[in-house]
């Protein structure tokens, strides 16, 4: 295989055939001029690198000027000018800038050994450029002119346009006699300074010389012409062979190593030791560098440059980049191989880092992230992009991503969607490849997609997960597709992440595809599902994707809803949970009413909770059947629920059932009942209800519970309850009443509202205030309140025993200022004291405020009835 000819280049507008006004890329062989002797690294603090960097960058753009304008053309003298006072202003800080040309980048000895920093592959193509124009070092004077600038740069673009023509024999070298031919002293090119060679190293490369000689076609610093592939070959098996004599380790004596060396150089051919050695001109040995790292280092350029060039000519494809590295490393290991009596290892220490497939991959990446920018764009537009290693199309997608502007983000974009669909080729190698690719990308993916991942990346992924028939492989695309997943997700993007799991649970369920169900269900795990609960109960517009992907397992859905009931701010979260609740309709309110009827006290709860926010009906159609097998606090918690004014609109169907079922509810739980029952006008109730009054219930026969009654006749106007009324009100058993005075005071309040006496202003006041002050409420209080100028002493009894105080009061309850924290639904033992009264109650905690607790009545007797109706009526203003 050999390397394309490069086309000439027009002297004129200083550009290739090839590829007009753009420049030639870097392509060249092993025999440049003399390599630099660098200096140690000095410390120059005042000195940025930027500085530099900017003035490298300036000089690349005069230099290209130079080939594309004329001699006085306006951009050239502006480029040149910008060029000189960057690189004058380094020159000065630095006390000399000298630049080390190397393959892929330039080196500043005084900033430092490693490469300039080259985001942007600038400064690799400028070392590209002047190593094609057969310069290896560069060094700028303190002090240089602008003309001198000048004449270098035109130097360079003519030392470009004879890189095909035939080389001179017997030249003087061309650099050094073109730089004293145009009276240039402030730059220096190719200078030769001292340097410190290891003795082996020295002794080789005398034996090369002595071997090879100085051929014609190297004499002098010309341009030359790339090898061919056998050429390459025969040199790598030299250096191969005459590393195993260079090894201390090997235990070899003086003579017999170079013995070995000889021997090796005789059975090279002259051409081939001549090459080995013009190589050794260009990569010539770092100070004190070892002959063992630096024969790899040697090795490693060789290839390079090789590949590098065959790569740029077009006669070195993508998919073959990777075989190549592999057939010429195993070249050197074959050649590096020892069997000496003296050998304490099989190969030398180059081969044996050949051997590894570690290093060769390391090589072919650094050799794709080396690549310019043009070649690289290229392949990673085609069909072969699978074959560009990760790191490199890593590199290149961030820094387009970087690049900020429209057009770069789009290029990376299209290079992300093209290489993802690669996942569709034959080659199971390159599909695991490809996959293991798409992983490591996903922080690229997410920057260049920051609001929702195209739908072809996903679905390319998914139906290459379905067909995919390797383990490893399919493990790869499933561990993508979950990731696009979780970024879905995490984005907000419910649509997108819908689709994901809407493909998956279309594949076929058989145990070839358990791996695409596995995977469905991992997308929803806990993590996740957390996530989608937690965004479709935010304080926002309700996603359409967010009810659809949570009915999938509505049992998890109420499970989580339970759990978050039981946290501080639980309530907070009800109207959202109703919202999303009454969105998946039927498939999870089934499962809330199956939950009333479980032992699970907190199920229970909860699902008493969401259904009277999110379908009252519901619960009101299960409580027949549930309310006996609940305790007091679940019954409460329902009929509370119920009659709370946002369900105002089944008030009447509420009162109904609570009709039905006022025998199966506790003591405790029916005076609530039977004030709804009166507040909504339930009249198919009141039947009922004068039984109770009358005390001839079977078994709601409790006084409080006959008070109750007796006062929801009177809200509801039951003429038909009127001589009931009476009787109770003034019937006697001898001298003495027949009925306690409480129920007496009852009787005749309710009778005043039926019969509409004048007496009952203060009656009708009572009730009628009570709706005045609630009208904006839609279910109307049923007591009115009193509020208290001086607040009455309370006592609380029980586990939250304590002292309080009760700043407003009513027949139904009262708001309590305590220091004591009660929880809704709290049970407590109330005694309050007004004067030398003292009234005791049975409350439950229905409301918490920002200093107390509002508390409702639930029982009381007869005396202590009688003494709350006459505090309240005292407080009264008709």
Same mark, same amino acid.
């Given at each position: ?504 649970e279309r594949a076929p369920r058989d145990v070839e595809h358990e791996h695409v169900a596995a995977l469905a269900h991992r997308l929803v795990a806990q993590d996740r ?15 359409? @994707?967010?009810?659809? &992907?949570?009915?999938? #397992?509505? =049992? $998890? +859905? %109420?499970?989580? *809803?339970?759990?978050? /009931? ?40 909860? @699902?008493?909770?969401? &259904?009277?926010?999110? #379908?009252? =009906? $519901? +619960? %009101?159609?299960? *409580?027949?059947?549930? /309310? ?60 009922? /209800?004068?039984e109770i009054a009358a005390g001839e219930h079977e078994i709601l026969r409790d006084l409080f519970v006959r008070i109750k009654a007796i006062e929801a006749l009177g ?35 309710? /009778? ?56 407003t009061i009513s027949l139904g309850g009262a708001y309590l200022e305590s220091p004591k924290k009660l929880n809704v639904g709290d049970s407590i033992q109330l005694e ?47």
């Amino acid at each position: 295989m050999a390397l394309r000819a490069m086309k000439p280049v027009d002297e004129k507008n200083g550009h290739s055939e090839r590829d007009p006004g753009v420049r030639p890329q870097a392509r060249h062989g092993f025999w440049p001029l003399t390599g630099a002797v660098r200096q140690g690294p000095l410390a120059f603090a005042e000195v940025k690198p930027a500085d530099v960097n900017r003035a490298l960058h300036e000089l690349h753009i005069l230099l290209r000027a130079k080939r594309l304008y004329e001699k006085n053309h306006p951009r050239l003298l502006e480029d040149l000018d910008a060029s000189y006072e960057s690189l004058r202003s380094a020159a000065t800080a630095l006390n000399g800038l000298e630049l080390r040309v190397e393959r892929g980048g330039i080196v500043v000895p005084k900033l430092g050994e490693a490469h300039m920093e080259d985001p942007h592959g600038e400064l690799q193509a400028l070392a590209g450029e002047l190593q094609r124009s057969g310069i290896q070092s560069l060094i700028f004077a303190r002090k240089f002119h602008v003309g001198e600038l000048d004449t270098l740069a035109q130097l360079v673009k003519a030392a470009l346009l004879r890189s095909e023509e035939p080389v001179k024999r017997g030249g003087t070298p061309w650099w050094p006699a073109r730089l004293l031919e145009n009276g240039v002293e402030g730059i220096q090119v190719n200078a030769s300074t001292e340097r410190k060679v290891d003795t082996v190293l020295a002794s080789l490369m005398a034996a090369l010389v002595a071997y090879g000689g100085n051929a014609p076609r190297e004499s002098a610093n010309t341009p030359i012409q790339v090898p061919e592939i056998d050429d390459l070959v025969a040199a790598l098996r030299l250096l191969a062979r005459l590393t195993p004599p260079l090894e201390v380790a090997r235990g070899l004596a003086p003579e017999e190593a170079a013995r070995a060396i000889h021997g090796a150089m005789e059975e090279a051919s002259r051409e081939t030791v001549r090459m080995l050695l013009s190589a050794i001109t260009v990569y010539a040995p770092r100070d004190a560098e070892r002959p063992q790292p630096y024969l790899l280092r040697l090795s490693e350029s060789l290839i390079f440059e090789f590949l590098g060039a065959e790569f740029s000519a077009g006669t070195l494809t993508p998919v073959n980049v990777h075989p190549m590295f592999n057939r010429l490393g195993d070249v050197l290991v074959a050649a590096g191989g020892y069997s000496g009596p003296h050998a304490s290892q099989h190969l030398s220490s180059l081969a044996t880092a050949w051997a590894t497939d570690t290093h060769r991959e390391q090589l072919i990446e650094k050799f794709w992230l080396e690549l310019p920018p043009r070649e690289k764009s290229k392949v990673l537009r085609g069909p072969e992009v699978w074959t560009v290693p990760v790191v490199a199309l890593r590199q290149t997608l961030g820094q387009l991503a970087a690049a900020g502007a429209d057009a770069p983000r789009r290029e990376a974009r299209n290079i992300v969607l093209n290489y993802a669909r690669r996942l569709e080729i034959e080659d199971p190698a390159a599909r695991r490849g490809v996959a293991a690719g798409l992983n490591e990308m996903t922080a690229i993916i997410e920057s260049l997609w920051p609001n929702q991942t195209p739908e072809d990346l996903s679905r390319g992924a998914m139906n290459a997960l379905e067909k995919e028939t390797i383990p490893e492989s399919g493990a790869l695309l499933a561990a993508f597709i979950e990731t696009l997943g979780r970024i879905a997700v995490s984005r907000g993007d419910y649509a997108g992440f819908e689709n994901i799991l809407t493909t998956l649970e279309r594949a076929p369920r058989d145990v070839e595809h358990e791996h695409v169900a596995a995977l469905a269900h991992r997308l929803v795990a806990q993590d996740r599902w957390l996530m989608l609960v937690d965004a479709a109960l935010a304080n926002r517009a309700l996603d359409p @994707a967010l009810p659809r &992907l949570l009915q999938r #397992d509505p =049992e $998890r +859905l %109420l499970d989580r *809803l339970t759990l978050l /009931l039981t946290e501080p701010r639980g309530a907070e979260y009800m109207p959202a949970m109703a919202r999303l609740l009454r969105t998946i309709g039927v498939p999870v309110l089934n499962l809330l009413e199956a939950r009333l009827y479980e032992a699970r006290r907190q199920r229970v709860s909860a @699902a008493i909770r969401l &259904l009277a926010a999110a #379908d009252t =009906e $519901r +619960l %009101l159609r299960g *409580l027949p059947r549930a /309310l006996a097998s609940w305790e007091w606090n679940l019954q409460d918690l329902a009929v509370s629920e119920i009659a709370r004014p946002a369900n105002a609109a089944s008030a009447h169907s509420a009162a109904f059932v609570f009709s039905a079922i006022l025998a199966d509810a506790h003591p405790l739980v029916v005076p609530m009942m039977i004030d709804q029952i009166g507040l909504s006008q339930e009249t198919t109730a009141v039947a009922q /209800l004068m039984e109770i009054a009358a005390g001839e219930h079977e078994i709601l026969r409790d006084l409080f519970v006959r008070i109750k009654a007796i006062e929801a006749l009177g809200r509801m106007r039951a003429l038909e309850a009127a001589e009931l009324l009476r009787q109770l009100a003034e019937g006697r058993e001898g001298l003495a009443y027949a009925e306690p005075a409480g129920l007496r005071a009852a009787a005749e309040d309710a /009778l005043a509202l039926l019969l509409n006496r004048p007496s009952s202003a203060r009656i009708r006041a009572a009730f009628e205030a009570a709706a005045q002050s609630n009208a904006g409420y839609v279910v109307p209080r049923r007591y009115v309140r009193v509020p208290l100028e001086s607040p009455l002493r309370a006592q609380i009894d029980g586990a939250q025993a304590g002292l309080a105080r009760v700043k407003t009061i009513s027949l139904g309850g009262a708001y309590l200022e305590s220091p004591k924290k009660l929880n809704v639904g709290d049970s407590i033992q109330l005694e309050v004291r007004s004067g030398l009264r003292r009234i005791h109650f049975t409350a439950v905690v229905r409301n918490i405020g920002p200093d107390g607790n509002g508390v409702e009545f639930v029982h009381m007797k007869d005396e202590d009835r009688e003494k709350l109706r006459r505090l309240v009526q005292r407080h009264l203003q008709v």
